[in-house]
Structure formats: structure tokens, C-alpha cells
């Protein structure tokens, strides 16, 4: 079983940034689901269909959860999802997402691991 990933960012940027996944990678190896966050959204309605999101994309190992500035709502609501197997990351950037594609038989710890060290990794001055 396969960990789910469920994206949760402003607009459309994890959809973005997934279709680009995809495509340099060749293939999506993962069950993904995309959560985006307008600025006329209300937070305790996200976060209900957050929620939703985690429990169908759980299959028994876990869902990461990847989003995109730390301290916006959209962050911030998946800081608050209520389940028992899950792990957030955010700083969501195309090296991230890369990076975990590469691992898709890693377990829920050892993935935010690589997300972490992916998005870390995809920053530099050049």
C-alpha cells in the first residue's frame, strides 16, 4: 500500500505544479488529490473537505500532506486535520514533488523526509 499525497495550496498552484511533476517524471506513481484555497473560502469548510480528502486517500499507510508558504491558510488548515496517520510539509516547490515521486514505496515518515530534502534541495542561489 502506497502512501496518498493530497496537496493543499492558494489557486491553482498544486495543480500546476503536479501536471509539471508529472510530466518531467513521466508518470504519477501516487494517488493524488488537490485541495485549492481561495481567498473567498471559508478556513472550517476546507478543513471539513481536508479531512475528507485525508480519509479517502488513506489506505493504511498514511497521507503527506504538501502545501505551499508556512503561516498562510492554506498551511494552516492542513496543520489542523484531525487523523492519526498523517505528516505535513510545507514550502511545496516542483523539487519536492520530484523528489517524493522518486520514492513511491517509502513509508509516511521516510516521505516527508524527502520532501523536505527535495523542496530544501530545489533552493539555491545560482
Do not use: W
Not at 32 to 59: C, G, I, M, T, W
Amino acid at each position: 500500500m502506497k502512501v496518498g499525497i493530497l496537496l493543499v495550496t492558494h489557486s491553482d498552484i498544486g495543480r500546476q505544479l503536479l501536471l509539471t511533476a508529472t510530466s518531467v517524471f513521466g508518470k504519477n506513481p501516487f494517488q493524488v488529490e488537490l485541495l485549492s484555497v481561495d481567498n473567498f473560502d471559508q478556513p472550517n469548510d476546507v478543513k471539513e473537505l481536508a479531512e475528507k480528502y485525508v480519509k479517502f486517500l488513506d489506505n493504511g499507510s498514511g497521507v503527506l500532506v504538501l502545501t505551499d508558504i508556512i503561516g498562510t491558510t492554506p498551511s494552516n488548515i492542513a496543520s489542523c486535520i484531525n487523523h492519526e496517520r498523517i505528516k505535513v510539509v510545507a514550502g511545496l516547490n516542483l523539487s519536492m514533488i520530484l523528489n517524493v515521486f522518486n520514492y513511491p514505496d517509502d513509508s509516511l515518515d521516510q516521505l516527508s523526509i524527502k520532501a523536505l530534502e527535495g523542496g530544501i534541495q530545489g533552493v539555491s542561489k545560482v
